[in-house]
């Protein structure tokens, strides 16, 4: 099971950027997705959380600034950050729970991290 994100850059304070997570490999089902995000020499922190069912969370962080989807067909997870802020600059992890097969538990999986810098 590979996690696989895309979508990070450099982009000035106020604009926006739409990450793209896509889950692959051997997949049987995909439970919570979740994406996470580390600033240098700070605590990995959650931003937001969907289930399979279309619930959300979103930090109060990012509340009205973020927004998480998923599109269960494609297996993929989308963060759309609009309104960004120097201090949004950080890595950007997604995180996943996925059972390869109807004969086993869920496990949970990241992503590589695709870098974020909201600089002007």
């Known amino acids: 099971v590979q996690l696989v994100e895309s979508g990070g850059g450099l982009v000035q304070p106020g604009g926006s950027l739409r990450l793209s997570c896509a889950v692959s490999?051997?997949?049987?089902?995909?439970?919570?997705m979740g994406w996470y995000r580390q600033a240098p020499g700070k605590q990995r922190e959650l931003l937001a959380s969907?289930?399979?069912?279309?619930?959300?969370f979103h930090a109060d962080s990012v509340k009205g600034r973020f927004t998480i989807s998923r599109d269960n067909a494609k297996n993929t997870v989308y963060l759309q950050m609009n309104s960004l802020k120097p201090e949004d600059t950080a890595v950007y992890y997604c995180?996943?729970?996925?059972?390869?097969?109807?004969?086993?538990?869920?496990?949970?999986?990241w992503g590589q991290g695709t870098q974020v810098t909201v600089s002007s």
């Open positions: 995180n996943a729970d996925v059972r390869r097969s109807w004969l086993e538990p869920y496990d949970n999986y």
């Open positions: 490999g051997r997949v049987s089902s995909i439970n919570a």
């Open positions: 969907t289930t399979r069912g279309g619930s959300t």
